[in-house]
């Protein structure tokens, strides 16, 4: 173990793949709230943060694959809280009837060490993502993005990962600036996920993954959280969780026990493939 609390195999791939990548370290805490309090929240927020430029009432879709080994090795680090783990997901913004093989996607290793959040990730055509993390063959693209993409081969390839689970949901984003300078604030809508009929793009059922009257609020910071967002958590009544939307989906899908993390969801819950936005009246 090296002196940051990583396993050696591991610190110096990321010290190389680092600097050629968009690449964010933050501490993160997560809310469930309730629906009737969103509005409170959203006008607390607009009164001191931006808007994200793509955020519109009732937010944007995110699409998120997670790639996982058949013993859910990524699951299980999460479950048991080890301080140095994992997740690799391709993920898509935008309606999923509009995904092509040329469409744009994300591809993301997304850490935790000790309490830093860490997420690494390259753009790529969903195509070339698939190729990658679905068959870890290496695929052409730009010169420094390689050591990223061949630490990703090595992932598919060494762990044995494959598509896993599906997540998605509408998020509204918010940006904080001056004194709150990278402080980032999403609320999501209507989550859900699936655990067959994986490819981002397909026109299929959703379950809900988190009660349908909850929303769940991400609060990420590069040092601290202002003293001003936990004092409006409070006033709002909202609930600090321990809460992965992976975890939660495969829980949901019953791939892996319920866990003591577990956000209970009515079981006969289910959302048609294009269903009319359910956040228009919060």
């Known amino acids: 173990m090296s002196d940051t609390g990583i396993p050696p195999d591991t610190d110096g791939q990321l010290r190389r793949t680092a600097s050629a990548l968009h690449s964010f370290n933050r501490f993160e805490i997560k809310y469930l709230l309730s629906y009737e309090e969103v509005p409170r929240l959203r006008e607390e927020l607009a009164a001191r943060m931006e808007a994200d430029p793509f955020t519109t009432r009732g937010g944007y ?25 994992r997740k690799l997901r391709v993920r898509a913004y935008g309606e999923r009837h509009e995904l092509h093989d040329d469409t744009p996607v994300f591809i993301e290793i997304k850490q935790r060490v000790n309490r830093v959040t860490q997420k690494r990730r390259v753009k790529v055509p969903y195509l070339l993502a698939r190729k990658l993390c ?12 390689r050591p990223f993409l061949e630490e990703v081969m090595g992932l598919v390839d060494g762990h044995g990962l494959r598509p896993t689970a599906i997540t998605a949901y509408n998020r509204e984003a918010y ?25 981002l793009g397909a026109e299929v059922e959703n379950r809900l993954i988190i009660p349908p009257h909850k929303a769940v ?32 989906s495969i ?29 228009a009246s919060v």
Not at 71 to 78: D, Q, V
Not at 134 to 142: G, K, N, Q, R, V
Not at 217 to 243: C, F, H, Q
Request: hydrophobic share 35%; glycine share 4%.
């Open 175 to 199: 940006l904080g600036s001056d004194a709150d300078l990278g402080l980032r604030v999403t609320i999501d809508h209507r989550v859900r996920g699936r655990d067959r009929d994986l490819h």
């Open 251 to 279: 829980e949901a899908h019953g791939l892996a026990p319920r866990s003591v993390f577990h956000v209970p969801v009515e079981d006969d819950y289910l959302v048609r493939a294009e269903p009319q936005p359910a956040t």
């Open 217 to 248: 609020v991400e609060v990420k910071a590069n040092e601290r959280v202002p003293y001003w967002v936990t004092d409006t958590a409070a006033r709002l009544g909202m609930s600090v969780v321990r809460i992965s939307k992976y975890c939660q």
């Open 61 to 85: 879709p995110v699409c998120s694959l997670y790639y996982d080994s058949t013993s859910l090795r990524y699951y299980w680090e999460k479950i048991e809280g080890l301080r140095f783990r």
């Open 134 to 145: 679905d068959e870890a063959t290496l695929i052409d693209h730009e010169p420094e993005q």
